[in-house]
């Protein structure tokens, strides 16, 4: 069954608690929290305070998706308060891209360093999450490959990641494609996640491929009814 997962970068902060419940009530299946440092990606957003409201305000699993440069000085804090599900990006330590306008996004650069993505997978499972992975738009999905046995969520962008309301990248349809065939493949679990430009428009086509999560932001908060959007988005 597909599962929703509204992104809190897109509420409004003054109503967040309020905001949070009521997506619960709707019926969404998560919540995802967009942790963005200003260098791994061009905007700063939130920490843990802010998550923590999240959090407290209902029963919703949590992922923190960590846009960050150092993803090791996040992630106790994000286990601390009971992030169930703590994601970092294959990138980290790449080369960054200039995108101009003051916007970049973060690339593979020579190759991914095997070893430091492995710890952090490691460190966040002893610490009792569940660990994914994040693929920036221009990271081909077969980079990904050798790390998929270890992993409980593969995140896939659809946007470069920094700022809500970006339009959708359709290379993504490919990722998703490649992805849920190698998980068929190896017998394997990890569930597969969208995020960015995800709206009634691209849903069906999105699970179809094999999406089984999608993060909707600006497209779920700016909605007048928020069960009637997850019961379009889900139908």
Do not use: C
């Given at each position: 069954m597909l599962k929703i997962a509204p992104s809190i970068l897109a509420?409004?902060?003054?109503?967040?608690?309020?905001?949070?419940k009521q997506a619960e009530t709707a019926g969404a299946d998560m919540i995802h929290l967009d942790i963005i440092d200003g260098h791994f990606a061009p905007n700063i957003s939130f920490g843990k305070a802010i998550s923590k409201i999240s959090l407290d305000a209902c029963s919703l699993p949590h992922d923190?998706?960590?846009?960050?440069t150092e993803p090791e000085h996040y992630i106790?804090?994000?286990?601390?308060?009971?992030?169930?599900?703590?994601?970092?990006?294959?990138?980290?330590?790449?080369?960054?891209?200039?995108l101009g306008k003051n916007r970049w996004v973060y690339t593979i650069g020579d190759a991914p360093d095997r070893g430091r993505i492995?710890?952090?997978?490691?460190?966040?499972?002893?610490?009792?999450?569940k660990a994914g992975l994040t693929l920036n738009p221009p990271t081909?999905?077969?980079?990904?490959?050798?790390?998929?046995?270890?992993?409980?969520?593969?995140l896939l962008m659809s946007v470069n990641p920094g700022f809500s309301g970006q339009?959708?990248?359709d290379n993504v349809y490919r990722k998703i494609d490649l992805a849920a065939k190698f998980r068929q493949d190896n017998n394997l679990s990890f569930e597969i996640m969208v995020d960015g430009g995800v709206g009634?428009?691209?849903?069906?086509?999105?699970?179809?491929?094999?999406?089984?999560?999608?993060v909707s932001g600006s497209s779920f908060y700016k909605s007048p009814d928020y069960s009637e959007f997850i019961r379009k988005i889900k139908s």
């Open positions: 509420a409004d902060f003054g109503r967040l608690r309020e905001q949070v923190a998706h960590l846009m960050v106790d804090d994000f286990l601390e308060i009971g992030a169930q599900y703590i994601t970092f990006h294959l990138e980290i330590g790449g080369t960054k891209k200039d492995m710890w952090l997978i490691s460190r966040i499972k002893e610490g009792g999450g081909e999905i077969e980079q990904a490959f050798p790390y998929l046995h270890n992993v409980d969520l593969l339009k959708f990248l009634l428009d691209n849903a069906a086509e999105l699970h179809k491929a094999g999406a089984d999560i999608l």
